[in-house]
């Protein structure tokens, strides 16, 4: 079945503001999630994890949302910086155990100051 | 080192050549992973290997693809008589704990 994510969008944001960016993932029985940030040439850098357990997790101005009723998972940037632009991955592990992830294509985060 | 560090970080070859290339994981990590990205894409899963065996090889695309572990530490993909299809960039990441995965700077292929 189809995998993580939408066709590679754009969200474009005030520096200061907070940003949404949106992720729908198809599979019921993935358990984990992950959030990733890959600047131009660069490899991802991890942002926040959660488990299908919880339905919120915050971290250092990041906070991840779990709403597996419509399975969809979103990513809250709160104050968002230049240093914020870049691209954006969620990923599942499509079922308990799975090591492997299966990302989306990720969406573009450009802050404008 | 600090991370996971990946060589060369560029690679151009011919169209039937062979290529081999490295990943260091990040020192303890028990777990690698392999991905590639073609551009503008999301990443593809190839190879997860604990230790020195590989569990999960359910995403390598060809028989022309291969990798191995030695000794829980480096490890090696390699494409054999590669094709234009293979360019993309060649993702590494390792982790200690079963999900959290810390990528490598990746290795970009291109065939010509």
């Known amino acids: 079945g189809e995998s993580v994510g939408l066709h590679l969008p754009t969200l474009s944001v005030q520096e200061g503001d907070n940003s949404i960016i949106n992720c729908a993932y198809s599979?019921?029985?993935?358990?984990?999630f992950i959030w990733y940030k890959q600047e131009s040439g660069k490899g991802p850098q991890f942002i926040i994890d959660i488990r299908s357990n919880m339905d919120k997790r915050q971290g250092q101005r990041v906070t991840v949302l779990l709403n597996k009723t419509v399975k969809h998972l979103s990513l809250q940037i709160a104050a968002t910086q230049p240093g914020d632009s870049a691209v954006y991955f969620c990923a599942e592990n499509m079922r308990p155990g799975r090591r492997a992830l299966t990302f989306g294509s990720g969406t573009r985060l450009q802050v404008q100051p | 080192g600090a991370g996971v560090s990946q060589s060369p970080s560029n690679k151009v070859t011919e169209k039937g050549k062979d290529v081999e290339l490295r990943c260091d994981p990040i020192s303890g990590h028990t777990a690698l992973y392999w991905y590639r990205q073609s551009l503008g894409q999301g990443l593809e899963f190839l190879i997860y290997?604990?230790?020195?065996?590989?569990?999960?090889k359910s995403g390598l695309p060809s028989d022309r693809f291969s990798a191995e572990r030695t000794g829980g530490s480096v490890s090696t993909l390699t494409i054999q008589r590669t094709q234009q299809e293979d360019s993309a960039v060649y993702l590494c990441a390792s982790s200690l704990q079963p999900d959290t995965q810390y990528f490598g700077p990746g290795t970009r292929l291109t065939v010509l």
């Open positions: 599979n019921s029985a993935s358990d984990y």
């Open positions: 290997f604990q230790g020195n065996s590989a569990p999960d």
